[in-house]
T-cell receptor, first 109, second 113 residues
């Protein structure tokens, strides 16, 4: 059974719309992260949270907003979607080396 | 600014050979260095990791060699198998368990039978 659950697995959106990517982990980890992977930038770090607090933000655009309603949740809200946002978005959690979820494959048309 | 540099971009070896993947870093505060592999359509999976207190870490056919002075580390895959064909990512993170690793650009390894 997957311990880091990402929903949905595939997502198609139109330019200008808003989507929320869901992530839940059942590993008891305090730290959670979002990474993005595309052909242009493999495994690009976006955000890290620890105990539901933002620790690091390497995403230049405010269109990307993480949301943590519970300790084991870290969702990612993306507004005003652009075709360049098309990528696979990985959620991860860790006590030491991050373990990755299966990813959400986002296509923006 | 790329914090972790990885080479080569792609590597082809024959079955049974040793594949050598290289990484370097700039930031002296990095003190944890994991390697991941990723098969097509899957997420990255942790393979092996090292801290600078050691200059070598082995796990089966996989060995990390670490050179703190030169800020370089490498992954050696002995007796390479076709099933090892994947993209390999090195990473580095700062002191503290909750610091997110920064990843290299990846090496696509192909092992020919």
């Amino acid at each position: 059974d997957p311990k880091i659950i990402q929903k949905p697995k595939y997502l198609v959106a139109v330019t200008g719309s808003e989507k929320i990517l869901i992530c839940e982990q059942y590993l008891g980890h305090n730290a959670m992260y979002w990474y993005r992977q595309s052909a242009k930038k493999p495994l690009e770090f976006m955000f890290s949270y620890s105990y539901q607090k933002l620790m690091d933000n390497q995403t230049a655009s405010s269109r990307f907003q993480p949301q943590s309603s519970k300790k084991n949740h870290l969702d990612l809200q993306i507004t005003a979607l652009k075709p360049d946002d098309s990528a696979t978005y990985f959620c991860a959690s860790s006590q030491q080396a991050p373990l990755f979820g299966e990813g959400t494959r986002l296509s923006v048309l | 600014q790329q914090q972790v540099r990885q080479s080569p971009q792609s590597l082809t070896v024959w079955e049974g050979e040793t594949a050598i993947l290289n990484c370097s870093y700039e930031d002296s505060t990095f003190d944890y260095f994991p390697w991941y592999h990723q098969f097509p359509g899957e997420s990255p999976a942790l393979l092996i990791a090292i801290r600078p207190v050691s200059n070598k870490k082995e796990d089966g056919r996989f060995t990390i060699f670490f050179n703190k002075r030169e800020k370089k580390f490498s992954l050696h895959i002995a007796d390479s198998q076709p099933g090892d064909s994947a993209t390999y990512f090195c990473a580095a993170s700062e002191r503290g368990n909750n610091n997110a690793p920064r990843f290299g650009a990846g090496t696509k390894l192909s092992v020919k039978p």
